[in-house]
């Protein structure tokens, strides 16, 4: 029983892993710039959702919505204000950028909300479901859903809307993409909407589980090993990634000495690194000329 609990709360802390993941990797499909700001816009939409349920009190289903849409159009102002000039750039330049970029946002994050972590009003905090012995929270099983959710919205978007159909087109091959009339630059834009987007949606899910502070985006880095460990090209490899880690920060803690579960998600990269380079699915990612 002990293993199913253990199974189930990595399930639901993988989900936030690979939910920023996909954030990393469809970033770096489509402008092949790394964000590793990424954690902290997670953090950032988490905050304005705090302030828009606890400060203005509006529904929940209308603070989602709210917050997926101030956090898009954050990203895609981000991207034509700072991240658009970077274009052609050596890469550790937009590494180091964006690096600057989760600094600046944890300062103004602390400037405006304070250091102090906040509680984000919830109708899933605090719920438990009890099935033989089994306790799930609600918080947890809003996260898996709320992921599949998302997944199968994304996949429906990428697979038969046009502007995902152009957005996987200019991922291919930019060049290519342009001349057949596709606005590349527009979809870059985009492209760092639905990135922010998702970190929102992540932060959303996670704070009634994880209180809300500044350094909350730090998660982003072990979402950055998930990527990796899942093919750093794969959108469902981001998922697999995030799961594989998320479970195996449970069983470390349940099996090892306290303090290695926070190292295990880098101890799998460096093996993931070491035996497959390429990550799990990134066979199945091959560009199309």
């Known amino acids: 029983m002990e293993i199913l609990q253990l199974l189930i709360i990595g399930v639901s802390q993988g989900c936030v892993y690979g939910l920023i993941a996909l954030g990393f990797v469809l970033i770096y499909k489509a402008t092949e710039m790394v964000n590793f700001a990424q954690g902290d816009m997670m953090m950032l939409g988490a905050f304005v959702a705090f302030s828009l349920a606890n400060l203005a009190g509006l529904p929940f ?29 050596p890469p550790f330049a937009v590494l180091m950028l964006t690096i600057g ?11 405006i909300w304070g250091n102090q972590p906040r509680a984000l009003d919830s109708p899933f905090a605090g719920g438990i479901v009890e099935i033989q012995g089994l306790i799930i929270g609600h918080e947890n099983i809003a996260i898996v859903v709320g992921t599949a959710l998302l997944c199968a919205a994304l996949y429906l978007f990428f697979r038969f809307t046009r502007l995902g159909i152009a957005m996987q087109a200019a991922s291919q091959n930019q060049l290519a993409a342009y001349y057949l009339g596709i606005p590349v630059k527009r979809v870059f834009s985009l492209v760092w909407a639905i990135s922010a987007a998702i970190a929102a949606a992540a932060g959303i899910l996670v704070a009634p589980v994880s209180l809300i502070d500044p350094l909350m985006g730090f998660v982003g880095i072990k979402a950055f090993a998930a990527a990796i460990v ?7 490899g981001a998922i697999v990634g995030g799961l594989v880690i998320g479970i195996a ?3 470390v ?3 090892l000495p306290p303090g290695v579960s926070e190292v295990s998600a880098f101890v799998l990269l460096l093996a993931m690194l070491i035996v497959r380079p390429e990550g799990i699915f990134a066979t199945l990612q091959q560009k199309k000329v």
């Open 253 to 255: 803690y349940l099996f």
């Open 61 to 89: 289903v209308l603070v989602f919505a709210a917050t997926l849409l101030i956090m898009a159009v954050f990203g895609m102002a981000l991207e034509r204000g700072l991240l658009r000039s970077m274009i052609g750039e």
């Open 230 to 236: 899942g093919g750093f090209g794969s959108l469902p």
């Open 249 to 251: 920060e449970q069983f």
């Open 101 to 111: 970029l989760g600094f600046v946002i944890r300062a103004v994050a602390g400037a």
